[in-house]
């Protein structure tokens, strides 16, 4: 897995690509909360380069946005490929995540 940080018009942008799973999740939970931690209005993460995610990787999601919405921020995913999408709404989570189809439909909204 591989994550590069960058801001584009005053929002995070967390790039995520490769595997999220148990072995790569607490990294990837590790460089969301660093950044989370500085209280950024909002936090768009690009998983348009992720080819696998499993529950780890949806929890260390649900606990973003939680700490996201305890600062009144937002949380949004951006370019999840229809695998991974599967995945969170087989979770039901797909109702509580902001979901675009790339980064630059989620900075616009």
């Known amino acids: ?63 973003g946005l939680k700490a996201m919405r305890e600062h009144n921020g937002t949380l949004k995913l951006a370019g999840i490929n229809d695998h991974v999408m599967d995945i969170v709404r087989f979770a039901k989570l797909d109702s509580i995540f902001s979901n675009y189809d790339s980064v630059q439909s989620a900075l616009k909204n």
């Open 1 to 63: 897995m591989k994550i590069e940080t960058s801001e584009i018009s005053g929002t995070v942008v967390l790039g995520v690509s490769g595997e999220i799973d148990m072995d790569t999740s607490p990294e990837l939970w590790k460089a969301l909360m660093g950044l989370i931690k500085k209280r950024p209005r909002e936090v768009v993460v690009d998983c348009s380069g992720v080819t696998y995610m499993d529950s780890s990787g949806i929890a260390t999601f649900v606990e």
